[in-house]
């Protein structure tokens, strides 16, 4: 990670997506750099959460690209452009909830296995063109790895134990070290929120993508829960992209931000730049409270 | 006091054969919410395995351990087999088109496999039933109050493989990687994929699992039974399927308590009335524990969005 160019985690250029002849997402550029803390904010319905479904590839972009850790991700589905490095939470949560806490952090995190194939091989076969080869790989990694499981041999159990000493780590970084043991459904609604992004950080991702993590908090919490976004950032060395109606907190921890209305980029830079661009004021002005007013839901 | 014991003794045998059956379809509905109506023409075929591979023994001088063994694996790995085409070409291409789709799928699958046995071009056997080889050899393996109540060998082999097979399937799905993410697709199989979950694959292998069980299960109706013929697994998948029903579809232990309960129904109905009741009643509790509990004994009640 030396050279400056390997510092780009995730770049979307130009990417567009259209429904119907609607543009949901028009022009979409973005590049999130090692360590760096960006926004992403505009009206109810600007996009916000649709630049999210393109970038993880839930929606395929009609027009332009990403790129993850500088490999295209276009037209692969979302658990390979998960395993290039990216994870997200949702607006709304959607956690597993008959799992519990540790169980919804164990299910993400397929990373800390032992494959049979190393998974850097299998990319790399991949990548070279010999797809159903590196599909058979994989394959033949999960139906190894389930089998391990059944005849439970010792190396799977020790990998098992490693695994949970891993999710009980994530969910202490995430102050949940006590829920363990509890179904999803029963934590408070802070507690299911942070609990996301114990998950998604299960899938050790290079990139993490925020989708109002902070919804539904109080002014606190919400401040809390953006020391602790910060934090994660610098322990794992991550990218992290935030989306968050409070233009207050945005501004406050954010180093950038894009200000997205009507599926257009209409403002892109520090906070200071966004605030005093005349556009995001009208975009704001006619929808909610205005930038800086704070509270929006 | 005779009869009933040895009616419990029947029922809990029947029950647990049901059992089988039942997982596989409460466990493909729990990954696709999707009723597999093909799964006791699966369970059929995996019989028809099980009946060619044990006439092979028999040529080859009579049934010990290890031949028993064998028939039990053959018939299961043919079968997940099956599963896995019928998931890969039938459901796979389906997966985002409405769930009646596949549902109106399956049953034609179901139809062509049934109807099809019944051809006898090539290694198809044919509309005549067949004897199942006596593959355990019957006997009493305990008799109680004078010899009025009598626990076959056999039975007490079908109670341990079906216990077996549900205690490994439990453990499957609770305590193992491919457990939780099959538990993770089952509640919501797109966020599963953002975790980087492979969930074609998950399905596929629920599929195998469901299938494998079922051949288990085919084998064991057998042994009890004897007679096998193409339109079997119609019956027994209808009734496995209700029995998954009144257990509340997509949970796994509702599927086997489901199960237990029809085996009971049943036997006291045909011990106690007329056999030709039996499926009048097996039905009509299942309109009971509908209309009581539209969600089955074990299922979550949910509230539908609107």
């Given at each position: ?28 550029s973005?590049?999130?750099?090692k ?9 109810n ?24 850790c ?9 658990f ?15 956690l ?8 919804n ?11 049979l ?9 991949q ?22 499981a ?35 459904r ?42 602790l ?44 730049e ?21 509270g929006?839901? | 006091?005779s ?18 059956v ?8 729990g ?67 409405p ?7 399956a049953?034609?699958i ?10 006898d ?15 355990i ?5 305990l ?36 457990g ?9 199989h ?6 980087g979950i492979?969930?074609d ?8 699992l ?37 257990g ?9 308590v ?9 036997e ?20 009971l524990?509908?209309?009581?509990r ?7 009640v ?5």
């Open positions: 990670m030396s050279a400056p160019a390997s510092d780009v985690l995730l770049e979307a250029r130009s990417a567009s997506i259209v429904f119907g002849g609607l543009k949901a997402l028009s022009e979409f973005l590049t999130v750099r360590g760096e803390l960006l926004g992403l904010i505009g009206p319905g600007a996009g916000k959460t649709t630049a999210f479904n393109v970038l993880t590839g839930v929606y395929q972009p009609t027009s332009g690209e990403v790129r993850v500088g490999e295209r991700v276009n037209g692969m589905r979302p390979q452009v998960n395993r290039r490095g990216l994870a997200r939470t949702f607006q709304n949560i959607r597993f909830k008959s799992l519990t806490a540790l169980d952090v164990k299910v993400a995190c397929l990373a800390e296995t032992h494959p194939f190393s998974r850097a091989r299998v990319e790399s076969l990548r070279s063109g010999l797809r159903p080869l590196a599909t058979a790989l994989d394959a033949a990694n999960d139906y190894y790895d389930w089998w391990r059944l005849l439970l041999t010792p190396g799977f159990q020790a990998e098992e134990e490693a695994l949970t000493a891993k999710a009980l780590a994530l969910l202490e970084v995430m102050g949940l070290a006590g829920r363990a043991h509890e179904e999803a029963n934590l408070p609604y802070g507690e299911q929120r942070r609990l996301e992004i114990a998950r998604a950080l299960g899938t050790r991702p290079k990139v993490l993508l925020l989708d109002e993590p902070a919804a539904g908090m109080n002014t606190r919490e919400k401040a809390e829960l953006m020391v976004i910060g934090q994660l950032r610098d322990r794992f060395g991550l990218g992290i992209l935030v989306i968050e109606h409070d233009m207050k907190l945005v501004m406050g921890i954010c180093e950038r931000i894009t200000v997205l209305d009507h599926g257009e980029t209409i403002a892109a830079g520090t906070g200071a966004v605030r005093a661009n005349p556009k995001v004021v009208e975009a704001y002005l006619g929808d909610a409270p205005a930038p800086g007013a704070g929006a839901a | 006091m009869d009933f014991l040895q009616h419990v003794i029947n029922g809990l045998s029947a029950g647990t054969i049901y059992a089988l039942a997982l596989g379809y409460t466990m493909v509905y990954v696709l919410k999707l009723i597999n109506f093909a799964h006791g023409d699966v369970m059929m075929m995996g019989t028809y395995v099980g009946y060619a591979s044990a006439l092979q023994f028999k040529q080859r001088g009579g049934f010990g351990m290890a031949s028993v063994l064998a028939i039990f694996f053959l018939s299961m790995a043919a079968c997940a087999a099956v599963g896995w085409l019928i998931e890969r070409f039938a459901y796979r291409p389906l997966r985002e088109k769930k009646l789709t596949a549902l109106i799928t049953i034609g179901s139809f062509a496999v049934s109807y099809g046995f019944q051809m071009w090539g290694f198809l056997p044919g509309p005549n039933p067949r004897a199942f080889p006596e593959v050899r019957r006997q009493p393996w008799t109680l109050l004078d010899g009025e109540v009598t626990l076959w060998n056999w039975q007490v082999i079908s109670f341990a493989v079906a216990l077996g097979l549900m205690a490994g399937l439990q453990y499957l799905v609770f305590r193992t990687r491919f939780r993410a099959m538990r993770a697709v089952s509640h919501d797109r966020t599963a994929a953002l975790l492979h969930t694959r998950v399905i596929a292998v629920t599929f195998m469901g299938s494998a069980l079922a051949a288990g299960a085919g084998i064991l109706f057998a042994i009890k039974d004897v007679k096998i013929e193409p339109l079997m697994g119609t019956q027994q998948g209808l009734k496995a399927f209700v029995a998954a029903v009144i509340g579809i997509g949970n796994v232990p509702g599927a086997v489901g199960a237990v309960l029809l085996g009971l129904v049943e006291f109905v045909v011990g106690y009335t007329a056999s030709s009741w039996r499926d009048a009643v097996a039905f009509g509790f299942l309109i524990v509908l209309l009581l539209p969600e089955g004994l074990f299922g979550r949910t509230a539908e969005k609107v």
